[in-house]
């Protein structure tokens, strides 16, 4: 019976526009601070936008990172930003969740409508939006990413920029991603790494490097906040 109702439209609504209120929450009582953010504006008057890659177990924290990115960066306050999710209702719901902050959903999943979700992401970079992916969501491996991010990155030219972020105060849930809710009132960082540039023809090649790029940034922001690796 839970399941049933969970499904219905309205208790969807209703969950995400809770879940939404509690993460606003939670950034507004944590004490963040940002690590990479200096080479943000010498990096976008090289390129119109990038890409913006993170592992999806950091979903829950990085509207903080996009808020956070576009103080200061004219560049980024042009409009929204781009996340790729399934077509799935866990994709629709998330959509929903992170709308408050900007975040708008391009609907498509790795097996039905990917080719479509990269080509809208394609034309959202020409117009100068910035995009985000998880490369190894919705279902995983963990940390393994799906080449997509680096097919988006040749055939646009812009860079990918490995992202992450962490919570002092949180919880793990016991998902195939093991991912960090935050919980209030603690210390966060939101970090940004090197860009990766990859080019036309190179993106079987890059992918390792992108991959071990997103886990470098990922560890770096947890051990910035002596979080012990899983």
């Known amino acids: 019976m839970f ?8 208790v969807q609504a209703m969950g995400a526009w809770l879940l939404g209120l509690y993460l606003a929450f939670v950034y507004a009582t944590t004490r963040w601070r940002m690590i990479g953010h ?6 976008l008057a090289q ?16 509207p903080a990172l996009w808020r956070r990115a576009r103080r200061g960066n004219p560049a980024l306050e042009r409009g929204p930003c781009h996340v790729l999710v399934s077509r799935h209702r866990d994709g629709r719901f998330i959509g929903q969740v992170v709308r408050r902050f900007e975040i708008e959903m391009v609907n498509a999943s790795s097996s039905r409508g990917g080719a479509i979700g990269l080509r809208v992401l ?16 919705p279902r995983g491996p963990r940390r393994r990413a799906a080449p ?13 920029l490995p992202t992450a972020a962490a919570a002092s105060h949180h919880i793990r849930l016991k998902s195939w991603d093991r991912m960090m809710l935050p919980l209030p009132f603690g210390r966060g ?14 993106a079987e090649a890059a992918l390792p490097s992108i991959e071990a790029a997103l ?3 990922v560890d770096a922001a947890d051990r910035a906040l002596g979080i012990a690796p899983l």
């Not at 399941?3 to 309205?10: C, E, N, Q, S, Y």
């Not at 997509?148 to 990918?160: D, E, N, T």
Request: hydrophobic share 45%.
């Open 38 to 43: 200096e080479q943000l504006p010498g990096l």
């Open 148 to 160: 997509g991010i680096a097919q988006l990155a040749a055939a646009s030219g812009m860079p990918v």
């Open 122 to 137: 394609l034309r959202q970079l020409r117009d100068g939006a910035m995009v985000v992916i998880t490369p190894d969501g």
């Open 189 to 202: 960082v939101v970090c940004v790494g090197a860009p990766i540039l990859v080019p036309r023809d190179g």
């Open 3 to 10: 399941k049933r109702l969970m499904r219905k439209p309205f």
């Open 47 to 62: 390129h119109p936008t990038v890409i913006a890659g993170f592992w999806h177990e950091r979903l829950p924290l990085m």
């Open 215 to 217: 886990s470098e940034i």
